[in-house]
């Protein structure tokens, strides 16, 4: 978001904010009027100006004339719960302001976007064993899908979700991710972290720098459709030191199934026909505190079920998130051809190409 070119002087003519609004690129035609200080003071539409036109208000009147001062902003440290709500009441442009008032940024939450104070790590370093001979020349983050490596699927939804401190964790064929991750995607300069020895699905969590923010760990080649915004407010409602994203697991038994008596007797007390049992599979997305990653012991090889584990023995919160909508872990020849038909499908939806 061009900050410049979204703001305006309350002193300036109605006639320059109409040229301004006509001058932007699309999409919000929204300015923010602010006083000599720079400190907020409204927000400018063609339909505000419209309106004091009609009021009698001709062009050469300043913009304080026309601006909505009732205009909704937040703090530097913006509440996602807050910007979701703003966006559910069709708001498109947010202003941030510092303590005293003056606008510092932008934020632009017209498509789902928002911001989240989190940092992420995505595990890279597996061998892909079952897509080869794909990846044998190739790690699999890095297999296109629809022309857009899988990674980069996961690093443009956290990036839109205001996500700007990722780390890929990598082994196999490291040096083509090292390569790949030299330009930023999506916005983000990406950080890539190598195991020296393999450490697990969540073992290279330990070699991340302290920091007091939460740290979302997914695997690199999903392709999923989660709202990490609903998981992180979940996660932060909750008050969960780890939450876990999973998804409905049906098992259906196409026999009848006999249930005995628990006594050591033969006694039958009952039997169901094909009865079908519902779980919740591990989505291989979580979130985690400092505090459950300060159970990592460096250099050693941990899953992250082993790591969650650790964080109930001791009396941490763990909680899950259903994930809703697409959850495809592409791991397999058939995963990644309905991956592929699913992107193919959602592009001519858009009527667009993932590359552009």
Same mark, same amino acid.
């Given at each position: ?14 006639? *320059? ?19 000599? @200080?720079?400190?907020?003071?409204? +927000?400018?539409?063609?339909? /505000? ?8 208000? @001709?062009?050469?009147? #300043?913009? +304080? ?17 807050? %910007?979701? +709500? ?18 510092? /940024? ?9 911001? %989240? ?11 892909? *064993? ?8 190739? #790690? ?23 996500? @700007? ?15 790949h991750f030299a330009e930023p995607v999506a916005g983000v300069n990406v950080h890539t972290i190598r195991e020296d020895i393999p450490l697990g699905t969540i073992g290279a969590a330990s070699m991340l720098p302290a920091s007091e923010l939460h ?5 690199? /080649? %999903? ?5 990490? *915004? ?10 969960? *030191? ?5 998804? #409905?697991?049906?098992?259906?038994? #196409?026999?009848?199934? %006999? ?33 459950v990653l300060a159970l990592l012991r460096p250099g050693e090889r941990t899953d992250a079920t082993d790591l969650l584990e650790r964080a109930i023995a001791s009396g941490m919160k763990v909680t899950y998130y259903t994930v809703k909508g697409t959850w495809i872990d592409v791991g397999s020849p058939v995963d990644f051809r309905q991956a592929s038909e699913l992107m193919r499908h959602i592009n001519a939806m858009?009527?667009? @190409?993932?590359?552009?």
């Amino acid at each position: 978001m061009n900050l410049i070119s979204h703001l305006i002087s309350s002193g300036s003519s109605l006639l *320059e904010g109409l040229a301004r609004l006509n001058a932007l690129p699309g999409g919000a035609m929204t300015l923010f009027a602010t006083d000599t @200080d720079g400190r907020l003071c409204g +927000s400018l539409t063609d339909g /505000d100006i419209r309106r004091a036109l009609l009021d009698g208000a @001709d062009t050469a009147a #300043p913009v +304080s004339r026309a601006m909505n001062r009732r205009c909704r902003s937040v703090s530097g440290t913006a509440d996602p719960a807050v %910007l979701r +709500s703003y966006r559910e009441a069709g708001i498109s442009l947010v202003p941030v302001v510092d303590s005293e008032g003056r606008v510092s /940024d932008i934020i632009d939450i017209s498509a789902g976007r928002t911001r %989240l104070p989190l940092r992420a790590l995505l595990m890279a370093g597996g061998k892909g *064993e079952r897509l080869r001979p794909a990846t044998l020349t190739t #790690p699999k983050p890095l297999l296109k899908i629809e022309g857009k490596a899988i990674i980069d699927y996961n690093i443009e939804a956290l990036a839109a979700c205001g996500v @700007d401190d990722i780390t890929v964790s990598t082994r196999y064929l490291a040096e083509q991710l090292d390569n790949h991750f030299a330009e930023p995607v999506a916005g983000v300069n990406v950080h890539t972290i190598r195991e020296d020895i393999p450490l697990g699905t969540i073992g290279a969590a330990s070699m991340l720098p302290a920091s007091e923010l939460h740290t979302l760990v997914m695997n690199s /080649d %999903l392709l999923t459709t989660a709202s990490f *915004e609903e998981m992180y407010l979940r996660h932060r409602d909750s008050g969960a *030191e780890a939450t876990v994203a999973v998804i #409905p697991y049906q098992v259906s038994v #196409p026999y009848a199934i %006999l249930t005995i008596d628990g006594d050591g007797s033969d006694r039958v007390t009952g039997i169901e026909e094909k009865p079908s049992y519902s779980y919740y599979a591990n989505a291989g997305i979580y979130i985690m505190s400092p505090a459950v990653l300060a159970l990592l012991r460096p250099g050693e090889r941990t899953d992250a079920t082993d790591l969650l584990e650790r964080a109930i023995a001791s009396g941490m919160k763990v909680t899950y998130y259903t994930v809703k909508g697409t959850w495809i872990d592409v791991g397999s020849p058939v995963d990644f051809r309905q991956a592929s038909e699913l992107m193919r499908h959602i592009n001519a939806m858009r009527g667009g @190409d993932s590359r552009n």
